[in-house]
């Protein structure tokens, strides 16, 4: 359970997906973003929703496991549909009305409907495109390293951005480490007679406080191990620092990029030219 | 052998801790080039501030540190881009393995780990792969490259920490007790780690205190209450049994057999730590006594 989270939600595999420059796959991220909530018309739905299909088709990742990802925000859809559904007021005769206790009216317009649909369709691609791009081919170093080479720029205005990629690079190694010490301490708490599962929430809660304390107290001790070693192996900021791997864009990495963006620019040639007649 | 490391008058007082006593106070060492040293002590003696003194992660308080050739010293009137790289480059020169590998390593994957080092001294990136792949095979942990650190034995993080220091080149490697938290087998491993080095020409400073483990050394110095005590080969510091028990420390238990036969009145040598060769002489002496 514990080696899980250290490679985040990874799954190992090679496809073209793997090959890509992570750097590209950040942008391609972007892109797909701005295109899923720029779309208008139904035929840029539709083209985003058969490029999406394919991209799971061609990553070779399995749809149970896309199904998975989309689990999660099931419910947060439900929600947001149910709320678009009844508060979206259209032009013509409603479908459903009904009065509650004539302070307000529940409405169902057929505009409603196709914002509602639109609205959880837009969500269900965004998490399946970004879990390909960047959870499920991506490891976390090589994320970490590639949002630090995209936001380099900023160092020129003095943002320590090699050293922010560092703390993240550490609190991800830390993760098991210190999920491991957890288990431990809870193991010698309970061996002390502590209970974790009985009680009011506020007592659970309460019982927390000597988990806590013992691993902030070892944190600070491995925080103060882990500074001196470093400093042990000339770390002096991220200044002057070379990488292992460096990034380099190869030309289908470009292409990939290029086809991000025609696909970007034709969702706005599509809401321009074959606009559909319900207001999104 | 050329000289490596020198130490003079060296001493070092911890700001506002202790009252102001020194940690390490008054050393004079020399350290030749190529040495397996090991640094024996109670806990408090001062054997970990003085690793700490070698490789400038602590600065001296009074005295001088020399190391190949680079001379560090309070009055020091170098400015302070001057100092940095004084520091830094005796680092380089000097690395330093910890007790806990968990609290060493920086990266999530181990060819990352190692390779922290060399990017720090702004490599290109060539000679690092090449460097990592290097340090990987001298410890006998290339196949595991692409591991995460957190799923290896405590002795083979331990060996990820050294080519993590190797990587470095440096000419001379403290283990601060290293191999403290392995179990045996773990022990076994880093040892035989460090002994190879040390035939490579690395020069090994072994901080320890497990007597088995600093007798396998060429030379022995025992620190007590932050002074060099004892400075010797292991049969001469050895021999020293009284002494080293009035500090608090033991010896190896076939020093002590010896020791307490030589107490009750039989002639055996004193400092033998080895023991097949107290084996040997106790053998010896059995036989002698039977034939009278």
Redesign the interface.
């Known amino acids: 359970m514990l080696k899980d989270i250290t490679l985040g939600q990874y799954l190992p595999g090679d496809s073209f997906l793997y090959r890509l420059d992570p750097r590209v796959k950040i942008g391609a991220t972007i892109l797909s973003l701005v295109a899923y909530f720029s779309a208008r018309s139904l035929y840029a739905f539709g083209l985003l929703t058969l490029l999406t299909a394919l991209l799971v088709f061609l990553s070779g990742i399995s749809f149970r496991v896309i199904l998975r990802a989309i689990r999660p925000v099931v419910a947060v859809l439900l929600i947001m549909g149910i709320l678009v559904l009844f508060t979206t007021k259209g032009a013509g005769e409603p479908y459903f009305s009904l009065s509650v206790f004539s302070l307000f009216d529940l409405e169902i317009y057929p505009e409603g409907i196709a914002r509602a649909v639109l609205f959880s369709l837009r969500i269900v691609l965004l998490v399946v495109s970004t879990c390909l791009f960047l959870t499920y081919t991506t490891t976390p170093t090589s994320l970490t390293d590639a949002l630090a080479s995209v936001l380099s720029p900023l160092t020129i205005l003095r943002v320590p951005v090699y050293d922010f990629a560092m703390m993240m690079t550490i609190a991800l190694r830390f993760i098991p480490t210190l999920a491991e010490e957890t288990d431990k301490i809870m193991s010698a708490q309970k061996a002390r007679g502590a209970d974790f599962s009985s009680g009011s929430l506020i007592r659970r809660a309460r019982a927390l406080i000597p988990i806590l304390i013992p691993l902030f107290a070892s944190s600070f001790r491995r925080a103060g191990e882990l500074a001196t070693a470093m400093e042990c192996r000339c770390y002096r900021g991220g200044a002057g620092r070379t990488k292992l791997r460096v990034f380099r864009l190869r030309v289908w990495d470009l292409l990939f990029l290029f086809l991000c963006g025609a696909i970007l620019a034709s969702v706005f040639l599509l809401n321009t030219w074959l606009p559909t007649g319900i207001s999104l | 052998m050329s000289e490596f490391l020198r130490a003079e008058h060296l001493t070092f007082v911890y700001p506002d801790e202790n009252n102001g006593i020194p940690a390490v106070s008054d050393v004079n060492l020399t350290i030749q080039k190529g040495e397996y040293v090991a640094i024996l002590g109670h806990n408090g003696s001062g054997k970990s501030t003085l690793a ?1 003194l070698f ?1 400038l ?1 602590l600065l001296p308080t009074g005295g001088s540190i020399t190391v190949d050739g680079i001379r560090f010293f309070q009055e020091d009137d170098a400015d302070d881009a001057e100092l ?1 790289e004084k520091v ?1 480059s005796v ?2 020169r000097v ?2 393995v ?1 007790q ?1 590998p ?8 181990v ?2 780990d190692v ?11 060539n000679a ?2 090449e460097r ?1 792949d290097w340090a990987l095979d001298a410890v006998d942990m290339r196949g595991y490259a692409r591991r ?4 290896l034995s405590g002795g083979q993080k331990q060996r990820v920490a050294i080519a ?2 190797l990587a ?1 080149k440096p000419a001379c490697i403290i283990f601060d007790e290293s191999t403290a938290m392995l179990d045996p087998r773990g022990r076994r491993e880093v040892l035989s780690v460090m002994e190879s080095l040390n035939r490579e020409g690395i020069t090994v400073l072994h901080i320890t205190h497990y007597m088995e483990e600093a007798a396998r050394a060429n030379r022995i110095i025992v620190m007590n209450d932050g002074r060099m005590l004892i400075d010797g080969p292991p049969r001469e510091v050895f021999a020293r049994v009284d002494e080293l028990k009035e500090i608090g420390l033991e010896v190896p238990q076939a020093t002590e057999l010896l020791f307490r036969l030589r107490a009750a009145g039989f002639d055996l040598p004193l400092g033998v730590t080895d023991p097949h060769e107290a084996a040997e002489l106790i053998a010896a002496l059995y036989r002698e006594v039977c034939h009278e």
Request: cysteine-free; proline content about 7%.
């Open positions: 700490k490789n992660i940095e830094y680092r380089r690395g330093m910890f806990n968990d609290n060493q390593l920086v990266a999530s994957i060819e990352e390779a922290f080092g060399p990017e720090n001294l702004g490599l290109p990136s690092i792969r990592v995460t650190p957190y799923s993590g220091v470095m």
